[in-house]
């Protein structure tokens, strides 16, 4: 059994805060800190690759105008669009099985060791908090992580119409237009190439109890500082160690069925001119979106008016 003594706290520590080890009035400035090279902590964060993402998009559209009669023409449209699913140069993105409550990868995490695109330290240190990877096939997912949306169709309808009761040149006119928004990559594309295991944070922190060697947040109080910056910490902080990520890290993946929002506009206008060259006008319209950007936190309890995710939630339109 191994012990570990305090060291004599210097003069610096102020006996009256007793156990919490603080320090004397006028010391500890951050600025003497600075001349000192007394850094509090040391981080390091293993960025991910440059992701290299694009979407695809394919659209056709026929319109035609119906002139029914003197009174009545309609004009009548269907636009077509596809839209694959994103893809990632590299194959360095992430999703998640729901279903598995497992990490997908488009291929084994050891290729991505290989290319330099994780290191073996991350992936230990994910499994020993009980991370699960799999592949694409392994959750049921196409080889590109998501589902192609291919059928969107978006009927596009306007008619303008004069009653024949008018007298004054009344005119009615109506549109109804459903519209597709390809997801950006700046929203959430770019994300999936930079989450773990692609990515991670690593510290050395001397004013952390976690990381202190008696477990007090005082290292500086209470004994000689370790590090000088510049002087002895090029390699203060280990990137290779497989306990510095902690339960309750985050990570960002997109939900496999990412259809593009898609808007639904209806609008109506009635006008008129009067006999003394004056006119007035009524109009009114309307519009819904669904399938918007939605953040779903998968370990929070969710408010109650958020319905069931993914596939409602997902659905479900906002007015």
Known sequence: MQSISR???PPSYDPTTGANYGAKPN??????????????AYGQRLNAP???????????????NFRVNSRLTIN?????????????????????????????????????VENG?????????????GAKFET???????AAGFYNSMANFMPRLGFAYTPGFSKWGTVIRGGYGEYIYPVPIRNSVRYLTAAYPFTAGYSQSYTSASQSPDAYPTVFSASRRPVIAGLNSANVVDTNSITALLPGVSSNVSFPEYAPARVRDA???????????RSSALAMSTRTESNLDQNYQYNTLRPPMCGKWPRERRRRPAH
Request: proline residues 7%.
């Open 7 to 9: 060291p004599r706290p």
């Open 27 to 40: 010391t500890g400035f951050q600025d003497a800190d600075f001349f000192l090279g007394a850094a509090s």
């Open 50 to 64: 440059f992701g290299h993402s694009h979407l695809r998009e394919f659209g056709f559209y026929i319109q035609d």
């Open 76 to 112: 009548a449209g269907l636009r077509w669009e596809m839209h694959p699913a994103p893809k990632v140069k590299d194959d360095n993105y992430v999703t998640f099985d729901m279903k598995n409550a497992a990490i997908v990868l488009s291929k084994d995490p050891s290729a991505y």
């Open 117 to 129: 695109f994780t290191t073996q330290a991350i992936l230990t240190n994910l499994k020993n908090l």
């Open 136 to 142: 694409p096939q392994q959750a049921g997912l196409p």
């Open 267 to 277: 609008n109506m206008t009635s006008s008129n001119l009067s006999v003394m060259g």
